[in-house]
């Protein structure tokens, strides 16, 4: 890990979950994301402090734990820190607990649960709205990009440089995971309009190994856009026949040849079902209950 330079005081850390940095003329840094544990927010620190640079200020883009885990370090270390996420975002990660019991749809079992909240209680100081914001003095736009989570957000500073949190994937991590996660369909396909009309010279993603122009931002979201609709399009031809839940994932996961260990299963299937309410939404589905079973299929 080490303090990589965008534009002018825009920076960003590679990282597993990449974090942003805004270098404050006072020696302040804002981060914008904070690694996914004390660990991480540790060497964060460390490569800072080298720069002579102390984190001031903290903005999620969202409350999952790669991107949110660090806060409790930081808080500690600094408990005057102001920390900001936007508001569907502040109870998900105030309360880490919520978001792997909604994952499992009831309270979720420590072997799932374990992954997530594996951070100390954070306190969001404030919360945080689409348009322009100030911070110690600079402008901020913050964009809302859900999809991924209900209140993801983008933040852009005034020298053209965006960080997209997880409102894209890169083409390797598709690659890798090739059924996203993705909270709410509808969202995620606006979203992919926003970012096709944002103008900004620099983004980066929180899943990447590369800072992207606006010519292959432009490509991504076409690559994204069109990966999800394949999968929307396979459910679609799969729930031509009645289908629960768990088996259009099952099918989707043989025709796909996709892997999924006790976690990624969990994740998988929240995608699929955020699928299904899109095709429900939109009166493209009917259901049935039978034999304690619920199906659904195409009209």
Same mark, same amino acid.
Request: proline share 4%.
């Given at each position: 890990?080490?303090?990589?330079?965008?534009?002018?005081?825009?920076?960003?850390?590679?990282?597993? #979950?990449?974090?942003?940095?805004?270098?404050? /003329?006072?020696?302040? #840094?804002?981060?914008?994301?904070?690694?996914?544990?004390?660990?991480?927010?540790?060497?964060?620190?460390?490569?800072?402090?080298?720069?002579?640079?102390?984190?001031?200020?903290?903005?999620?883009?969202?409350?999952?734990?790669?991107?949110?885990?660090?806060? *409790?370090?930081?808080?500690?270390?600094?408990?005057?820190?102001?920390?900001?996420?936007?508001?569907?975002? /502040?109870?998900?990660?105030?309360?880490?607990?919520?978001?792997?019991?909604?994952?499992?749809?009831?309270?979720?079992?420590?072997?799932?649960?374990?992954?997530?909240?594996?951070?100390?209680?954070?306190?969001?100081?404030?919360?945080?709205?689409?348009?322009?914001? /100030?911070?110690?003095?600079?402008?901020?736009?913050?964009?809302?990009?859900?999809?991924?989570?209900? *209140?993801?957000?983008?933040?852009?500073?005034?020298?053209?440089?965006?960080?997209?949190?997880? #409102?894209?994937?890169?083409?390797?991590?598709? #690659?890798?995971?090739?059924?996203?996660?993705?909270?709410?369909?509808?969202?995620?396909?606006?979203?992919?309009?926003?970012?096709?009309?944002?103008?900004?010279?620099?983004?980066?993603?929180?899943?990447?190994?590369?800072?992207?122009?606006?010519?292959?931002?432009?490509?991504?979201?076409?690559?994204?856009?069109?990966?999800?609709?394949?999968?929307?399009?396979?459910?679609?031809?799969?729930?031509?026949?009645?289908?629960?839940?768990?088996?259009?994932?099952?099918?989707?996961?043989?025709?796909?040849?996709?892997?999924?260990?006790?976690?990624?299963?969990?994740?998988?299937?929240?995608?699929?079902?955020?699928?299904?309410?899109?095709?429900?939404?939109?009166?493209?589905?009917?259901?049935?209950?039978?034999?304690?079973?619920?199906?659904?299929?195409?009209?």
């Amino acid at each position: 890990m080490h303090l990589k330079k965008i534009n002018g005081h825009s920076y960003y850390i590679p990282a597993p #979950a990449n974090i942003g940095v805004f270098h404050f /003329k006072d020696k302040y #840094a804002l981060l914008i994301d904070s690694g996914d544990n004390k660990q991480q927010a540790r060497k964060i620190d460390e490569i800072l402090k080298e720069q002579k640079l102390s984190v001031k200020y903290i903005i999620n883009t969202h409350n999952h734990i790669d991107h949110c885990g660090g806060n *409790g370090f930081f808080q500690e270390r600094s408990p005057g820190i102001e920390i900001l996420a936007s508001v569907p975002e /502040k109870q998900l990660i105030e309360e880490n607990r919520l978001f792997p019991d909604h994952l499992y749809g009831g309270k979720a079992p420590h072997e799932l649960a374990r992954h997530f909240t594996k951070s100390p209680a954070i306190h969001i100081t404030d919360t945080i709205f689409p348009g322009t914001c /100030k911070i110690n003095e600079e402008k901020f736009e913050i964009i809302s990009l859900p999809g991924h989570s209900p *209140g993801q957000i983008g933040i852009a500073t005034c020298e053209r440089v965006c960080y997209l949190g997880d #409102a894209l994937f890169s083409e390797e991590k598709i #690659a890798k995971y090739d059924l996203p996660f993705l909270f709410d369909i509808a969202a995620q396909l606006e979203t992919y309009q926003t970012l096709s009309h944002l103008d900004y010279d620099y983004f980066v993603l929180g899943h990447a190994d590369q800072v992207y122009d606006r010519e292959q931002l432009q490509h991504l979201i076409n690559v994204n856009r069109s990966h999800l609709q394949e999968y929307i399009d396979l459910a679609g031809e799969i729930l031509n026949q009645p289908k629960t839940r768990e088996e259009l994932l099952e099918e989707i996961s043989i025709l796909k040849d996709l892997q999924l260990d006790y976690k990624e299963y969990y994740f998988s299937l929240s995608t699929v079902g955020a699928i299904i309410t899109y095709l429900y939404d939109k009166k493209l589905l009917v259901y049935q209950v039978e034999n304690g079973k619920l199906y659904y299929y195409i009209k």
